[in-house]
Each structure stands twice: as C-alpha cells, then as structure tokens.
C-alpha cells in the first residue's frame, strides 16, 4: 500500500472523530506517497509537447486552449512600443500530454509538436519537420 | 418490444453487471435511481441496456435517493414492476421511505452493493447499510458473489410478487469484493428468466380509474397496530414462498440456494456464523482448520430479513462453540448476527458457547488465515466447555489488542 | 492458483486488461477472479488490479495475493519499489519500458536479480492503436512469456471480447497484441 509506516497508527492513538489539522506546517506534513501534494499530473505524461519559439507567431491559441495553463507567457514590446504577451515556454510540472495546444496550433509548420517523453527537447527540435 | 440480448453460457461479469442484466431480463416497468458508489454500474449499465433498445421500460432520474425510493414506491402504487439500486449514504437518505414502501406492501426490488457509513467518508464494503435497513420491513437476501447477485436478484423480483408476500426485497452484495470482482456467471437466456419471474400481476393499482385507490392513508391508534401487525405477519411468513421459490430455481438452473446455508457443519464442534463474501473466504478457513485437525464448520442466513431463527437453531444443535462474525460497528451492543444467534439458540433451549468478532469494517482486509485464527480461539472454548475467550473480538485491527467482556 | 497483479494509472487500461484476461480464461473452462483494489481514484493516479486463475471455483474474496507474474503497464510506474512488495524469487515481471533490460535494471535497482521481461506496450499502442492504452499490447507479451494457452486461441478470444468496438480499433488491438508478442524480450 502506498501509505508510509509512520502514518498507520494504531486504533489508540488516532485522531477522534477522523479530524485533520488545517493548518498544520506543509513542510513537515507527513502524507502517504501519493497524497496529492505530492503528486503531480505530469506524472501521467507518456507524450509531452515541445515548443518551437522560432515558428511561434504569439496568436496565444495554445495559452487560450491549455487546461491546466503550462504556458508561460512573458510582458514584451512590440515594434511601436505597444505591450503584448509572448510565449517562451511549458510548465512541464502541470502539463498532462493531452496534446491540446497541437491540435489548436495553426502556423503552417506547427510549432508545437508532440515527442515522447523521454526524447530530450533539443533533439526534438532537430527532428523538426522542414518546410518544402 | 425489447431486443433480446445475447449470452453466452458463461460470462465473466462482476457483481454489478450480473444485478443489471438479471433487472434487464426482468422487463422492469420503471427504474428511478440516484447512482452512488459502488452501485453505480448497476444503473449505468441498466441505463445503457434501454438506450441500445433491450428494455422496453422507463428509467427516471431523479436529484436524490430520498426521491429515487419516493419516485418507485409512486410508480409500484400506480402498478408497475419497479427497482432500483443503491449503497451506503443513498440507503441512509432512502430510509424513510423504505418503511414507507414495505408499509404500502408495495414489491420493490432494490439491488444494494453494501458499503460503510460515514463518518470518516470510505466507499469501500461493510454490512453498516444493511444493518440500517433491518428494521425496514423488507426482505433482505444476501449474495457472497456475481453469480449469487444474479440469481438472488431474479428471485427477489418472484418473492417480492407473491400475492402472499406483497413486500419490497433488497439483494446484497459486498461493496467492490462482489460488485467489482468479475467472476464466471453462467445467466439464463431472456426468454428462460423473463418466463421465470413471470408477468407482473398488479394488485389495487391506483392507475386502475374504475376502483380509485389512496395508498398509504393515515390510521393513528385504531388502525396503525393492525397494520404493522398483518405486515410482520406477511414476513414471518415468507419463508414458504422463499422456499418454493428457491426450489423452482433449482429445478430451472440445478443452483441450489436455502435460507440458512452450511458448510461442512454436521460434524462440527466449533461453527462460525458469517455473511457475505467473507463466507467463501471462510470456506477456504474451515478447510485449512479440518487439515489441523478442528471440526470446524460455516452458517450463514442468506435471509437476513425473515431471519431464520429456528432453522439456525436446529442446524447448531450439535455444535460446541459459536462465533457469530459482523462486518459492521455494532456501537454499544454486540453485532446483529451475535444477537440473533443467541436468541435463536436461547429460545430453544440451546446452550453453545457464543462470541462476537467484528471484521471488515470499510473494506478492511480478511484473508482466510484471519478467520482460521478465530476458528483456532473458537475452538479453545469448546474444548474448555465455557467461554474462555473475549466476548467481543476484532479481526486485523492495527493497535494493541481490543476486546470487551 | 496463478495469480497476476497488474501496477498502471488508473485510466490506462489495467482494469480492463484484467478483465479481458480473465474471460479470455474462462473460455478455456477455468474459474476466475479479476478485481482492482480502489482509492477515490482520478485518471493517473498509481493503482493496481488483480487476476486470480485456477481449475475449481475461486472462494478467497480477500485482496492479499503474492503473484506469479506483475505487469507493469506505465513507464514510470516500474521505478516505484512498490511493484516487488509481496513477490517471490519465481515471480516473473513483465514492464513497459522504451529501455533495454540492462539500461533499465542499472536504474531500476529493486528489479535486480528478478525474472524480468521488457516491452514498449507505449510505443506499440501509439503506433498501432492511436492512443497510449498498453492493457492489450501487456496482454501479448503476457501469453508469450507465461504460455498460458496457444497464441491463436488467445487471438480469436479476445477479437470476440473486443467485438463493441468499433472494427479500426478492434483490428489496431489486434496489431498491437500481434507486435507485443513478437518484441517481447
């Protein structure tokens, strides 16, 4: 079972009533290993997006789209000054792989692409598909 | 006209599946529910056989099971054939009604997955529901697996219609052990269990314009007793038709089902009493005990409502030492099964020595070496011919040991 | 008793898997368990399901088992030290890993000195299904180690379990069962 031994107490040392303490300290909580705290739902991922900046044209599609908001978005300027929001990558601590972002991507090449996971991500961007 | 749908002669269904197909071939007029862990399956599957066309009659949703039980005891009034499922919480909320349904005389069957009650919230198996609805006047038929979950249900429907019973009927199967176990099933064809249970005869239904009916009027003192009275009476008798059914599936399917099953018990000096899936586990115990040389042997009501209090009796005349086992708190008593046991056996002059042991409770665990441990306890006080042992015992308890006396 | 316990996410099949297999079985004339022990599960969650097959009617409801063979059907999942709690010397794991055995077991430090088969069940159910469901590519690889019945009586079985899909899936389940058998090493 995934509960540590440490938190399996005995019938005469629990907690009256299954009560649970709300503000107890985070760091020292114990909680069993797939408490949720502990847990991310990257875990799940067999298939992760990679980002290709170069072909990305900032249409914030992927952003909109994504459930769990893995883009991370940076404040630039554009030519006239006027401020506008810029994609420079994935949160790859909240992204699950549903692909989302791919399917929503629309630059000709698209510049999000699904690899598996354990394809590192400049390699992934030399395979990139090339335009012909 | 509903499809037929087509089985093998053997199928590998869990418990849930098992209870949907045996409410399909029942051609069930109306089905209300409010699906709730872990019956669930029960009702989405039923759901799914109407949507593909297998079953002719209407399936209501409901926002609650206190209206899910309101909305079968309205249609059974209005003389339909009527079912649903339920587990845990959702009985809890159904209670009130449920006196209402069996009150009424009204033959629901309700296919209950047994689980624990809150609190502390868990969703897995233990009798906590069941033994809320004892009092309900219903009949309450138990199933120990997916086979057993099919063929109760099929004789509920046949039990509860009797014009001699009129009274609702719950099967219970143990929560995830039975309803998500899937197991070898060998069902009837449609035709076969349809012409089993056989066509719904409805009695006073109030959609019978020309003889207006009220169901459930309001008696007080000069009526309420006489009411109450005719009602137990309908449930103390009961057992014939139980039996008659139970013999007329055997003759359909050679399954041969009793109200109080034994194993290995004719010779016994030490019997256990247990109910649910853990008999079958205790099966495998008893073997082991009689390997080690311990004349051990199993009892089981399969009604829990009527209970069969003389049959019991009669069965455990020979036997020494009687530890009655109940997968529920049984909060400042001993458990039920404890109780009726000693009652049967008192009332008939009897004397073995019984205890109680509690397992199970919220899914917990219980392996047949658990069991065998008890049988090993049991056994010391049939050998010391008095109860040298706790009354009450806990199985596979974290902590130090308790027990109370 | 052969007893098969099967670690996954919950979403990725092993229930399923385990159902299939046990009526895959019970074709044969055998009796069967298959039951998953459940938390209040969301998909991804680590959880694990069980088969229990045997020649008489299978009476033990409870969950304790030690198995004779663990699948693993997540990648991740086989890290977790969890997949050898209850084995023996003899039990023999099947896990899904893009790995080779020894690349694996210099990581994979619990499965040392274990019976240990690998297969991509990930890779061939994205290539051959569309989606990353390993149940029934575990399943292949599965007959091909434990022998359990021959090859082309599994096959027609479970094109007869599979038979509510739709006819693309049915013949991309039936692929990837196909490949899993023959990669499994």
Same mark, same amino acid.
């Given at each position: 079972? $995934?509960?540590?031994?440490?938190?399996?107490?005995? #019938?005469?040392?629990?907690?009256?009533?299954?009560?649970?303490?709300?503000?107890?300290d985070?760091?020292?909580?114990?909680?069993?290993?797939?408490?949720?705290?502990?847990?991310?739902? $990257?875990? #799940?991922?067999?298939? +992760?997006?990679?980002?290709?900046?170069?072909?990305?044209?900032?249409?914030?599609?992927? #952003?909109?789209?994504?459930?769990?908001?893995?883009?991370?978005?940076e404040?630039?300027?554009?030519?006239r000054? +006027?401020?506008? $929001?810029?994609?420079?990558?994935?949160?790859?601590?909240?992204?699950?792989?549903?692909?989302?972002?791919?399917?929503?991507?629309?630059?000709?090449?698209?510049?999000?692409?699904?690899?598996?996971?354990?394809?590192?991500?400049?390699?992934?961007?030399?395979q #990139?598909?090339? +335009?012909? | 006209?509903?499809?037929?749908?087509?089985?093998?002669q053997?199928?590998?269904?869990?418990?849930?599946?098992?209870?949907?197909h045996?409410?399909?071939q029942?051609?069930?007029?109306?089905?209300?529910?409010?699906?709730?862990?872990?019956?669930?399956?029960?009702?989405?599957?039923?759901?799914?056989?109407?949507?593909?066309?297998?079953?002719?009659?209407?399936?209501?949703?409901?926002?609650?099971e206190?209206?899910?039980?309101?909305?079968?005891v309205?249609?059974?009034?209005?003389?339909g054939?009527?079912?649903?499922?339920?587990?845990?919480q959702?009985?809890?909320?159904?209670?009130?009604v449920?006196?209402?349904?069996?009150? !009424?005389?009204?033959p629901?069957v309700?296919?209950?997955?047994?689980?624990?009650?809150?609190?502390?919230l868990?969703?897995?198996?233990?009798?906590?529901?069941?033994?809320?609805?004892?009092?309900?006047?219903?009949?309450?038929?138990?199933?120990?697996?997916p086979?057993?979950?099919?063929?109760?249900?099929?004789?509920?429907?046949?039990? &509860?219609?009797?014009?001699?019973?009129?009274?609702?009927?719950?099967?219970?199967?143990?929560g995830?052990?039975?309803?998500?176990?899937?197991?070898?099933v060998?069902?009837?064809?449609?035709?076969?269990?349809?012409?089993?249970?056989?066509?719904?005869?409805? !009695?006073?239904?109030?959609?019978?314009?020309?003889?207006?009916?009220?169901?459930?009027?309001?008696?007080?003192?000069?009526?309420?007793?006489?009411?109450?009275?005719s009602?137990?009476?309908?449930?103390?008798?009961?057992?014939?038709?139980?039996?008659?059914?139970?013999?007329?599936?055997?003759?359909?399917?050679?399954?041969?089902?009793n109200?109080?099953?034994t194993?290995?018990?004719?010779?016994?000096?030490?019997?256990?009493?247990?109910?649910?899936?853990?008999?079958?586990?205790?099966?495998?115990a008893?073997?082991?005990?009689?390997?080690?040389g311990?004349?051990?042997?199993?009892?089981?009501?399969?009604?829990?409502?009527?209970?069969?209090?003389?049959?019991?009796?009669?069965k455990?005349?020979?036997?020494?030492?009687?530890?009655?086992?109940?997968?529920?708190?049984?909060?400042?008593?001993?458990?039920?099964?404890?109780?009726?046991?000693?009652?049967?056996?008192?009332?008939?002059?009897?004397s073995?020595? !019984?205890?109680?042991?509690?397992?199970?409770?919220?899914?917990?665990?219980?392996?047949?070496?658990?069991?065998l441990?008890?049988?090993?306890?049991?056994?010391?006080? &049939?050998?010391a011919?008095?109860?040298?042992?706790?009354?009450?015992?806990?199985?596979?308890?974290?902590?130090?040991?308790?027990?109370?006396? | 008793?052969?007893?098969?316990r099967?670690?996954s996410?919950a979403?990725?099949?092993?229930?399923?898997?385990?159902?299939?297999?046990?009526?895959?079985?019970?074709?044969?004339?055998? *009796?069967v368990?298959? *039951?998953?022990?459940?938390?209040?599960?969301?998909?991804?969650?680590?959880?694990?399901? *069980?088969?229990?097959?045997?020649?008489?009617?299978?009476?033990?409801?409870?969950?304790?088992?030690?198995?004779?063979?663990?699948?693993?059907?997540?990648?991740?999942?086989?890290?977790?030290?969890?997949?050898?709690?209850?084995?023996?010397?003899?039990?023999?794991?099947?896990?899904?890993?893009?790995?080779?055995?020894?690349?694996?077991?210099?990581?994979a430090?619990?499965l040392?000195?274990?019976?240990?088969?690998?297969?991509?069940?990930?890779?061939?159910?994205?290539?051959?299904?569309?989606?990353?469901i390993?149940?029934?590519?575990?399943?292949?690889?599965?007959?091909?180690?434990?022998?359990?019945?021959?090859?082309?009586?599994?096959?027609?079985?479970?094109?007869?379990?599979?038979?509510?899909?739709?006819?693309?899936?049915?013949?991309?389940?039936?692929?990837?069962?196909?490949?899993?058998?023959?990669?499994?090493?």
């Amino acid at each position: 079972m $995934a509960t540590p031994k440490e938190m399996m107490t005995t #019938w005469d040392k629990i907690q009256p009533g299954a009560v649970l303490p709300s503000f107890e300290d985070p760091e020292k909580k114990i909680r069993s290993k797939f408490n949720s705290y502990n847990y991310k739902v $990257a875990d #799940w991922r067999v298939e +992760k997006p990679v980002f290709n900046r170069d072909l990305c044209i900032d249409c914030d599609f992927c #952003w909109v789209s994504c459930p769990d908001s893995c883009f991370i978005v940076e404040e630039v300027e554009n030519k006239r000054g +006027k401020k506008q $929001a810029k994609i420079v990558g994935i949160n790859y601590n909240l992204c699950k792989g549903c692909a989302v972002c791919v399917e929503v991507c629309p630059t000709p090449i698209k510049s999000l692409l699904m690899f598996p996971e354990f394809v590192d991500n400049d390699e992934a961007l030399k395979q #990139w598909p090339k +335009k012909d | 006209m509903a499809e037929r749908y087509e089985l093998k002669q053997k199928e590998v269904w869990d418990g849930n599946m098992a209870a949907s197909h045996a409410l399909r071939q029942a051609q069930v007029d109306v089905v209300a529910a409010y699906p709730i862990t872990p019956s669930t399956p029960i009702v989405q599957n039923y759901a799914q056989f109407l949507a593909d066309g297998y079953v002719d009659g209407e399936f209501v949703m409901v926002e609650s099971e206190h209206s899910a039980m309101s909305a079968c005891v309205g249609a059974s009034a209005a003389g339909g054939r009527v079912a649903t499922a339920t587990s845990s919480q959702g009985y809890a909320l159904m209670v009130e009604v449920l006196y209402q349904a069996s009150g !009424m005389r009204l033959p629901i069957v309700m296919t209950v997955v047994n689980r624990a009650l809150a609190s502390p919230l868990n969703i897995h198996g233990d009798h906590g529901d069941l033994y809320l609805g004892r009092d309900a006047g219903w009949i309450h038929l138990i199933a120990n697996n997916p086979q057993e979950a099919y063929d109760m249900t099929l004789c509920a429907f046949k039990i &509860a219609e009797n014009e001699k019973v009129r009274l609702p009927v719950t099967t219970n199967q143990d929560g995830f052990l039975v309803s998500h176990t899937a197991q070898v099933v060998e069902p009837l064809d449609d035709d076969t269990a349809y012409k089993f249970i056989g066509d719904y005869k409805a !009695m006073n239904p109030m959609l019978d314009t020309k003889n207006p009916q009220t169901y459930g009027a309001q008696t007080e003192e000069e009526w309420h007793f006489e009411f109450k009275a005719s009602q137990h009476k309908a449930l103390m008798e009961s057992p014939a038709v139980i039996d008659e059914v139970f013999a007329e599936f055997e003759k359909l399917t050679g399954r041969k089902y009793n109200r109080v099953e034994t194993y290995k018990l004719d010779d016994a000096d030490v019997a256990l009493v247990v109910m649910g899936s853990a008999y079958e586990t205790a099966m495998v115990a008893v073997d082991k005990a009689r390997e080690e040389g311990i004349k051990a042997g199993l009892i089981m009501p399969r009604s829990f409502r009527p209970f069969p209090y003389n049959e019991i009796a009669e069965k455990l005349k020979n036997v020494k030492a009687v530890a009655a086992l109940d997968r529920s708190a049984p909060m400042g008593a001993m458990g039920a099964l404890y109780n009726e046991v000693s009652g049967a056996l008192a009332a008939n002059g009897q004397s073995s020595i !019984m205890t109680n042991y509690i397992y199970g409770l919220g899914g917990r665990d219980t392996t047949a070496q658990h069991i065998l441990e008890v049988i090993k306890e049991t056994e010391k006080n &049939a050998k010391a011919g008095k109860r040298v042992t706790d009354l009450q015992g806990f199985i596979n308890l974290r902590g130090p040991k308790l027990s109370f006396n | 008793m052969l007893q098969i316990r099967w670690h996954s996410r919950a979403g990725q099949g092993a229930v399923t898997g385990a159902k299939a297999l046990a009526d895959v079985m019970a074709r044969t004339g055998k *009796y069967v368990q298959a *039951y998953s022990v459940y938390g209040a599960e969301k998909r991804g969650a680590p959880m694990t399901a *069980y088969d229990k097959i045997d020649d008489n009617p299978i009476l033990d409801h409870s969950k304790w088992m030690t198995p004779d063979y663990v699948l693993v059907i997540d990648p991740s999942l086989v890290f977790q030290e969890e997949i050898v709690d209850n084995t023996t010397d003899d039990t023999v794991f099947i896990v899904t890993s893009h790995m080779s055995k020894e690349d694996l077991l210099s990581i994979a430090k619990h499965l040392q000195g274990k019976k240990l088969y690998v297969i991509d069940a990930i890779k061939i159910s994205q290539e051959e299904i569309g989606r990353a469901i390993p149940n029934t590519p575990m399943l292949g690889a599965f007959i091909k180690v434990s022998e359990i019945i021959p090859f082309e009586d599994f096959l027609v079985s479970i094109e007869d379990i599979l038979s509510k899909f739709p006819k693309k899936i049915i013949e991309g389940n039936l692929r990837a069962i196909k490949r899993a058998y023959e990669e499994v090493k």
